[in-house]
């Protein structure tokens, strides 16, 4: 009967050998280094491994020679497409490299990052993609310590402890913020990432505060709250900024997420976009090309981003070193839910 049979032993190296008409050593450079075998041997060595569903031991290996050929990632957050492009090509880029990436989800958490961080090099992790800088130098010495090359994407700082591969997202942020001030805005709301453990965040508020300043408007015509990324936290926070008076007739997201959803909620309260009130956001996924109105965002690299990084940590893989930033510029990218201030009719 069936529950009597028992479990299948899993094939050895030995076997595929046997199978094969080669030696061990022979089997071993094909899997290794299958360059340096003929065609015809190498041929009969992966019929044999698909014959008898052999599978090498990797973690032997790993632990031979110190490398595991896999890197790890962790992004604060998988529940939307902000990430989502930038680590495609970062994974794309490592595979062309010969290297499996492993990812996981902090949800904006410092200690769960920690968490992450022991575990994947526990597991044998060659690198480390982190986002922003934002941890503490416990774990950054922990980092040092196990000599495991590490990069921060998502911004770019001089004279951190781990180099950088991103963008200035202050700048970024200036730029937008005085576009909107050209266009005549004075009473902006913002609607921000939470700003604690985020410099990506902070930095973007600190942004459109220094334009702010420079341009001598007040802190009473700046209306900031803080959310998670989310369409409908963007929605709500939307609602409570525009309760506020004077409203604010053009509001600065954080992100294109919490933009979608406050464009959704103008649309059910009754508020035209951007008649009576503008509305941009920042990182130009695809999805604020089919809001309507079409969303006014801040165009960040997240392809070019990701490849850049995935070379940074390579090459740091290979010369220690070689801890040189790479900065990448972004842009505005001027759609339709961004106008002038409405006229004020007396």
């Given at each position: 009967m069936t529950r009597n049979m028992k479990p299948r032993t899993p094939a050895t190296?030995?076997?595929?050998?046997?199978?094969?008409?080669?030696?061990t050593a022979t089997v071993s450079r094909c899997i290794n280094s299958p360059e340096k075998v003929v065609a015809s041997t190498r041929?009969?060595?992966s019929a044999a491994i698909t014959e008898l569903?052999?599978?090498p031991n990797f973690g032997a290996r790993a632990m031979a020679v110190r490398k595991t050929n896999t890197i790890g990632a962790i992004i604060p957050t998988m529940e939307n497409a902000i990430f989502a492009r930038g680590l495609q090509a970062f994974q794309e880029e490592l595979r062309n490299q010969g290297f499996t990436l492993l990812v996981a989800s902090s949800a904006y958490d410092l200690d769960v990052e920690e968490e992450q961080i022991r575990s994947l090099i526990a597991r044998g992790a060659d690198g480390l993609l982190l986002i922003g800088h934002d941890r503490n130098q416990r774990i950054l010495s922990f980092i040092k310590q196990n000599q495991i090359p590490a990069i921060a994407a998502w911004t770019y700082e001089s004279g951190t402890t781990l180099p950088s591969v991103g963008f200035d997202n202050k700048k970024a942020m200036q730029e937008m913020a005085n576009h909107v001030v050209e266009l005549g805005h004075s009473?902006?709301?913002?609607?921000?990432a939470q700003t604690?453990?985020?410099?990506?965040?902070r930095q973007r508020l600190a942004g459109i505060r220094e334009v702010?300043?420079?341009?001598?408007?007040?802190?009473d015509q700046l209306t900031v709250i803080e959310t998670a990324y989310g369409i409908e936290e963007g929605g709500q926070a939307f609602e409570k900024i525009v309760r506020r008076q004077p409203r604010p007739t053009a509001i600065i997201c954080g992100n294109d997420v919490i933009a979608v959803g406050a464009i959704k909620r103008a649309r059910e309260l009754g508020i035209r976009v951007p008649d009576e009130v503008s509305i941009t956001g920042f990182d130009d996924i695809e999805l604020g090309q089919v809001t309507f109105p079409t969303l006014t965002t801040v165009h960040v690299p997240h392809r070019e981003m990701g490849i850049a990084a995935a070379k940074s940590l390579i090459a740091l893989l290979s010369d220690p070193k070689a801890t040189k930033s790479v900065k990448l510029e972004t842009s505005l990218i001027i759609r339709e839910s961004l106008a002038r201030a409405p006229v004020e009719h007396t």
């Open positions: 190296l030995i076997d595929v050998a046997k199978a094969a008409s080669v030696s041929e009969k060595v569903g052999y599978m009473q902006i709301g913002v609607i921000s604690s453990n985020n410099d990506r965040a702010f300043n420079a341009r001598n408007l007040v802190e």
